[in-house]
Structures are given as C-alpha cells and as structure tokens.
C-alpha cells in the first residue's frame, strides 16, 4: 500500500511548494493578520486556513468536492458566499481607524479563537481550492498502490504537511518585518487601508471566477 517511486514523490513535492508559495486568498490572510497583529495572530490565521483545507481534503476523499466541479448551482453559492465575506472583512478594515495597531503601554495578546474561525471561513468559501484538489490530487493516483479514497487523503494531507514547513518562516519574517513599525498610528491606519484594499480586491477576483 502507497507504494511509489522516487519520481512520483519528486514530481508531486516539487508542485506542492509551488502550489504552497503562490499568492492568493490563504496566504493574503496569513500575512496580513502577522502584520496587524503579530505572529500568534498569524499562526491564528494559519491554523485556520489548514483546518479549512483539510476540509477540502476530505471532501476531495469523499468525492464530495465532485458537486462543485459539476454543479453551476452549488459553485455559485460557494463563490459569491466566499467572495461577499471577504469583501466584508476588507470593508471592516477600511472602516477601521487603526489604532488596533496602537500600542498603550498594556501588552495584550491577539484573540486566538476569532482569527482562527475567520481562516477556517476564508479556506472553506473559496470553490476553486476545492476543484483545485479534485483535479490535482488524481493526477497522483496510482493503480494499486491503494484505495482512492486513501491515496486522494493521503496526497492532500501532505499538502498541508508542506505549508506547516513554508508559513511559518513566512510569519515570523513578516512579524520581524513590521515589528518596529506596529506601534505607529500612521503606518496603522494605512495598514488597515492596504489590506482592506487586499481583501476587496480577493473577493471581486473570487466574484469573477469561473468553473
């Protein structure tokens, strides 16, 4: 059982760090919860964006994920719910005044939990990462090496395994990056406006997709 070859493992490893390194929504909303809030924030935003693709590759085990790739109904629904929160988020953010980035001499930590659901939320509303799975992930397949179901969970997991070794450096950098720069109520609140510009900007391009 899961009996491949070197070639197999080298061509899917070197597609995974690719796939891992490309911008997009997941890795926007990472980066941008480091900046804002530091790094448990991001690793806040990180665990929930891996809680979501796990999801996705469940439904992708479960054949699930089908529904999507052949359904204009259920592909809509997912797409304009995924786009209208993150353009909710990036109106919330433009809204803000930026002192969510103001120290006052108190040291508080960032929320775990609402940052966390937000990641979870972003991930799973986002269609195309679920055919993105039920397309890459056959590609793996391999007769006899096991059960579909098994080999489809196994390939999508390590997908994550691959980002829980690519974000974290990115988070840590982005923290080290801005560390200095948080305090300020100018950099704050033109932070706040970037982002949301970001955020807006995700769910318009989510809004436009097409199956």
């Not at 259920?74 to 103001?102: E, N």
Request: net charge positive; no cysteine; glycine share 10%.
């Amino acid at each position: 059982m899961f009996d491949y070859t070197l070639l197999h493992w080298t061509t899917f490893l070197t597609a995974v760090v690719i796939l891992n390194l490309a911008p997009g929504p997941d890795i926007a909303f990472i980066l941008g919860q480091t900046v804002r809030g530091g790094r448990k924030s991001g690793f806040a935003a990180m665990a929930g964006i891996w809680t979501g693709a796990f999801g996705h590759v469940l439904m992708a085990a479960a054949g699930l994920s089908a529904i999507l790739a052949t359904s204009a109904v259920a592909f809509s629904v997912v797409k304009w719910a995924g786009a209208a929160y993150l353009i909710w988020l990036g109106i919330a953010a433009l809204r803000s005044d930026g002192s969510g980035f103001i120290s006052d001499g108190v040291k508080t930590d960032p929320a775990f939990m609402p940052i966390y659901k937000q990641g979870v939320v972003v991930a799973l509303l986002n269609p195309k990462v679920a055919i993105f799975f039920l397309a890459f992930l056959p590609q793996f397949i391999v007769a006899g090496a096991g059960p579909v179901w098994a080999q489809l969970f196994l390939h999508g997991s390590l997908i994550i395994v691959v980002a829980a070794l690519i974000e974290p450096p990115l988070i840590l950098a982005g923290e080290r990056l801005t560390s200095k720069l948080r305090n300020s109520p100018r950099f704050g609140l033109w932070l706040d406006r970037s982002l949301g510009a970001i955020f807006i900007a995700l769910g318009l391009r989510l809004a436009m997709e097409q199956r």
